[in-house]
C-alpha cells in the first residue's frame, strides 16, 4: 500500500490550506484513514480520523478548524485546514489502517505569524 501526501506550505496565520492523501488501494478497504502530525521536536499526534462509517473524530486543538474528508472514487483523503496558527506548523503525516498501518511520506505545513 502506498500514500502520497500532498498539499502542504507556506500559510499566514488566518489562512487556510488543503491536504491530500492518496491511496495505491481502495479508500474503503481501510478500517480508518488519518491525520497525523509531529512538530520540531515533539511526538506524532492524531489530528483527525475518518472511519468507514460513523463520525470523523478530531483532536481538541483542531475542532472547528480543520475538517476530513475523502473521496472514495478518488482513492483519496483530505484535509481542510482553516484559520490556520503558528502552533498548527509540523509535518503532516496521512494514515491508513487495517490489518496494520502504512503512513504517507509527510507534508509540511508552515503557518508564520
Known amino acids: 500500500v502506498q500514500l502520497q501526501a500532498s498539499g502542504g506550505g507556506l500559510v499566514q496565520a488566518g489562512g487556510s490550506l488543503r491536504l491530500a492523501c492518496t491511496t495505491s488501494e481502495s479508500i474503503s478497504s481501510f478500517t480508518y484513514m488519518g491525520w497525523f502530525r509531529q512538530a520540531p521536536g515533539g511526538q506524532r499526534d492524531v489530528v483527525a480520523l475518518?472511519?468507514?462509517?460513523?463520525?470523523?473524530t478530531y483532536a481538541a486543538s483542531v475542532k472547528g478548524r480543520f475538517i476530513i474528508s475523502r473521496d472514495n472514487a478518488k482513492n483519496t483523503l483530505y484535509l481542510q485546514m482553516n484559520s490556520l496558527k503558528p502552533e498548527d506548523t509540523a509535518v503532516y503525516y496521512c494514515?491508513?489502517?487495517?490489518?496494520?498501518?502504512?503512513w504517507g511520506q509527510g507534508t509540511l505545513v508552515t503557518v508564520s505569524s
Open positions: 475518518s472511519y468507514n462509517t460513523g463520525t470523523p
Open positions: 494514515k491508513a489502517f487495517t490489518y496494520t498501518a502504512f
